[in-house]
Nanobody
């Protein structure tokens, strides 16, 4: 079993930046990929970015490409989401999720709230 814990959320002004962290524990050797999602009130959960746990391949949603960057530190079992040029519409609860090979994302953290407001 893998446990994921997010941190780094908060309140930031439009145009500002935040870096979210997702620390994995447990059977981390079985993680194949890790991704960031977000969900705003009244909206569906949205995929933002994903990264292969054992490599460097990344994918991004068009809505955040060029503004958000996913990265990882395998030694620390931690993934990051650097968010720049934040907009009010980025306000949401942000979750990280992990997947095994040939599965969907099926392990989720508790989320961290990001609020972009002046």
């Amino acid at each position: 079993q893998v446990l994921l814990v997010e941190s780094g959320g908060g309140v930031v002004q439009p145009g500002g930046s935040l870096r979210l962290s997702c620390t994995a524990s447990g059977r981390t050797a079985y993680i194949y990929g890790l991704a960031w999602f977000r969900q705003a009130p009244g909206k569906e959960r949205e995929f933002l970015a994903g990264i292969l746990w054992s490599g460097r391949i990344t994918t991004y949603a068009d809505s955040v490409k060029g503004r958000f960057t996913i990265s990882k530190n395998n030694a620390a079992n931690t993934a990051f989401l650097q968010m720049d040029s934040l907009k009010p519409e980025d306000t949401a609860r942000y979750y990280c999720a992990s997947k095994l090979r040939n599965t969907d994302y099926n392990t989720w953290g508790q989320g961290t709230q990001v609020t972009v407001s002046s």
